[in-house]
Structure formats: C-alpha cells, structure tokens
C-alpha cells in the first residue's frame, strides 16, 4: 500500500491589526468579547477595509516558498452556519488566491524532499466557543476576524516523517519571515492532513481529512493513526468512507466528526464588499525588497562566510534568535568553530533548563577571548557560563569575583618558580642528574603555592627553562 498525504496548513499572521477593521490582532489572554467593533462582530452594515500589512504578509510567504502571485486576486465569501461566525460567513479567498504553484524543500533522515504547494490565501479566523460545565456554550469574538493564511501542499508527502518534516521546514520558514510566531499550542499554527492508501504508487485512494493537529508529534501520530485504520478497511475488501476526523492527542485516536463537504457546499462567491486587489511589479518588488532573510539564506552564509560544518550550521539555524546570536557573537570574537563548539555544547545544554540565553552576545563575546588567551580553562569556563545564566551576572564579572583568573603573567609565575628552586636545591639537583620524571612534583607544587591557578603551559615552560639552563 502507498500513502500519500496532503496538508492544508493555517498560520496567523502577526499584524497589529485584524484583516478588515481596526482591532488589535493580539487577543492572547485578553478579556472575551474585548478587542471587537461592528466589523468583526458582523453587524449589519459595517464594511470591511482590507489590511495591506496582511497582504504584503502572504506575499512575503509566496516569494519564500516560490510561488507565483498573480496580477490580481480577489475575496470571496465562504458560507456555512456556526455560531462562532457572526456574520454567517467567512471572508476567504476561493478561485484567486493570492500566491499559487510554490514548493518548500524539506530535509528527512539527510535527503532533500521536495513539497509542492498549490496556493497560499489569505482569510479571517473565526471567534472561539467556550463549552462551559453547566452545559451552556458562550462565545468569545475577540479571534473574529483576524488575519490566517492558509498554505495547501500538493499530495506529495508519502509518511508521517515527511509530514512532520515539512510542519517543522515550514514553521521555521515563518519564524524567519517575522510573520507568524508559530506557537503549535497556543494555535497560530494549525494543520490539516488529507490523506489516502493505495495500492498503486502516486495514485490517490479515498482520502480522510484529520483536523485539530497541534503538535509535531501529533502530526506523525495522527497520520500513522490513519493510515494503519486505512490499511486493516482497505486489505479486509472493503471502503474508506470520506469524512472529517477531529484528532484526539490525549487518547491517540482519530474520532470522525462529520462527512466531509464539498466546496459547493459553502455557495462561494465573490465579496461585494471588497474590490479585487490588483498587484503591481512594483509593489512585488517593495516587498521583496523588505524580506527577511530565510532560513535557506541563512545557512548558505554561515557556510560560506563561517566555513561551519552543515551539523553546526543545522543546529545554530533552527531557530532565528540562535542565528542572530551567533552573528554577533561572532562578530567580536572572530573564532566561528570555537563560538559554535560553545554554543552547541554548554548554551544548548542550559537553553534545556532556561527560556533564552542568558549572557549578552557581546559580554559572551568577551568571555570566549579570556578563555582563548588561557586566563581560565574550559572546564572552569564551564562552570562560569553555568552560573551566568544561574545569576544573571556577566560572565567576567564572575571570574573576577571568584578570582578564577589564572596567572599567566610570567614575571609573577617566574617569582614564585625561582622561589620554590631556591627553596629545593637538593630536588633540582636530582632532576639534573637524570631524574626528570620529578618535573611533575615541581609543577605541582607551583600549583599549591599559587591556589591552583597559574596557567599549567606556563609553569611547565618556565620551569623547564629554569631546570634545563
Ligand atoms: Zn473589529
């Protein structure tokens, strides 16, 4: 059996407006029903103004996954009846959408898989129903009306693996873009599966929609859900019914929820309230002159300019903040491979316990310099990061304030060395005369007299110069 998988994915995009009125986008833990005006509440009446910041917004995303933006597009109302709908409708785009024919390149177990994408639209979100325990259902408007895109593949995905891969390929692409936070819990990410078995390749079986994945994980485990569903109906002889299943994470089961409609089923037509936006070369090229650099950019520079292995440059890509942040560390300490073993290594290792690292590029900057000119070593160094982020304190104000520093100052070591010869003739008068193996009680005993904390390649030079004169 072959699987093949398709995915219609929503992302919110991160305006200060909502789509078609004035009312902040950003209704996160905001009073129900506090951030709504007669537009969003569907009053009779009250007219739409489309967002430019929310078209400009797709279309960054349609240059980033290749697409083509066609000279015009236009808004068309998607009908159905709920009650998180005031206006009993919802404004989409139907047969002009405003990026079409793109791909996105996604990397599984090291290959490149590429994902076609039909279309990238832009539309309004719907209000929120809160089902309350004494049985009544209330409704929160305050998402009504804010602005989606909704990017739908072509059914090029064949396992749960791409599926998931292309989710992350794609999340990260947004982030990057500085259009979408895409936080899968909080829901500015959400994703749809379409998917269908046969025994055929690259032939499409009876398909079922999954919806309410949000999660990574829940996009494999849903998928993986249905598929093995598909395979037991289809190898028993029987028929997969076309529906919609809404996906249960905590019970790891996909539960239907309705049969699935048909697009005649929502009676599109064009808004009447709304012209068809008209999208000039000049107005492409605007945008694209004011793209952020995406993650495919990124790590093209960081190899040629930082000559990083792809391991590093994957891990110090993944996220925007990372990128930044090895940039400017890099910037005053001019070592790539020494910034990017530390970041790798201790960094990703206290980012597990801590929200955001915790040391300024630039006093990080400052700390790799004192640990390159062996005035503390890495172990200690180590330790000094941990504390940083432990205490919010500068990692050079920790090593000065736990006198960490190592002596190097080879006039103050040279003091302490001919001090300790005079003080051992006899020692030294021995390691003359053949027993060098006695180098290490010497370099030891410089390390008790000065605490641990001379620098050991400057003691054991000194002191063969010394004992070998
Ligand atoms: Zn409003």
Request: one cysteine or more; proline letters at 5%; aromatic letters at 8%.
């Amino acid at each position: 059996m072959y699987t093949v998988i398709g995915l219609e994915v929503h992302a919110q995009l991160k305006t200060d407006t909502k789509l078609f009125c004035g009312c902040s986008a950003d209704y996160f833990q905001k009073a129900p029903n506090s951030q709504v005006c007669p537009v969003c509440l569907g009053m009779p009446g009250a007219l739409p103004v489309l967002n430019q910041k929310a078209v400009e917004y797709t279309m960054r995303v349609g240059f980033a996954l290749n697409c083509t933006i066609p000279d015009r597009c236009k808004f068309d109302r998607k009908n159905y009846f709920y009650p998180d709908l005031p206006k009993g409708y919802q404004i989409s785009q139907f047969d002009e959408p405003l990026c079409v024919d793109g791909y996105l390149d996604c990397e599984v177990d090291g290959e490149v898989h590429r994902v076609r994408i039909n279309r990238v639209h832009l539309e309004e979100d719907a209000g929120k129903l809160i089902h309350a325990a004494n049985g009544t259902s209330q409704v929160d408007l305050n998402r009504a009306c804010v602005p989606l895109i909704e990017i739908v593949t072509e059914p090029d995905i064949k396992s749960p693996e791409q599926a998931a891969a292309f989710m992350k390929a794609l999340r990260q692409l947004l982030r990057y873009l500085e259009i979408c936070d895409g936080d899968l819990e909080k829901g500015s990410l959400r994703c749809d599966a379409n998917i269908s078995l046969h025994p055929e390749p690259d032939k499409l079986g009876t398909k079922t929609e999954v919806k309410n994945i949000n999660s990574f994980k829940a996009v494999e485990d849903a998928i993986k859900f249905e598929q093995a569903r598909h395979r037991k109906i289809l190898e028993s002889g029987q028929e997969i019914v076309q529906q919609t299943l809404g996906w249960d994470a905590d019970k790891g089961i996909a539960v239907p929820q309705r049969a699935k409609e048909a697009s005649d089923d929502y009676r599109y037509f064009p808004d009447p309230d709304l012209l068809p936006v008209h999208v000039s070369e000049d107005w492409r090229d605007e945008v694209r002159g004011q793209m952020p650099a995406t993650p495919a950019q990124w790590r093209e520079r960081f190899s040629k300019d930082y000559e990083l292995p792809d391991y590093d440059i994957g891990v110090l890509t993944e996220e925007k903040e990372t990128a930044v942040y090895f940039d400017q560390v890099t910037e005053k300490f001019n070592k790539p491979k020494e910034v990017s073993n530390w970041m790798m290594g201790e960094i990703m290792r206290l980012l597990k316990d801590h929200d955001e690292i915790k040391v300024s590029a630039s006093d990080f900057a400052d700390f790799l310099q004192v640990i390159d000119e062996g005035q503390i070593n890495r172990n200690t160094g180590k330790e000094v990061i941990e504390a940083a982020f432990e205490t919010g304190k500068t990692p050079l104000a920790i090593i000065e304030e736990q006198g960490l520093k190592q002596i190097s100052n080879t006039d103050e070591l040279a003091q302490v060395i001919d001090q300790l010869l005079a003080d051992n003739a006899d020692q030294v008068e021995r390691y003359r005369s053949g027993k060098t193996g006695l180098m290490g009680w010497f370099v030891g005993q410089v390390m008790a007299k000065t605490q641990g904390k001379a620098n050991p390649k400057a003691v054991n030079e000194l002191l063969e110069d010394r004992l070998n004169a």
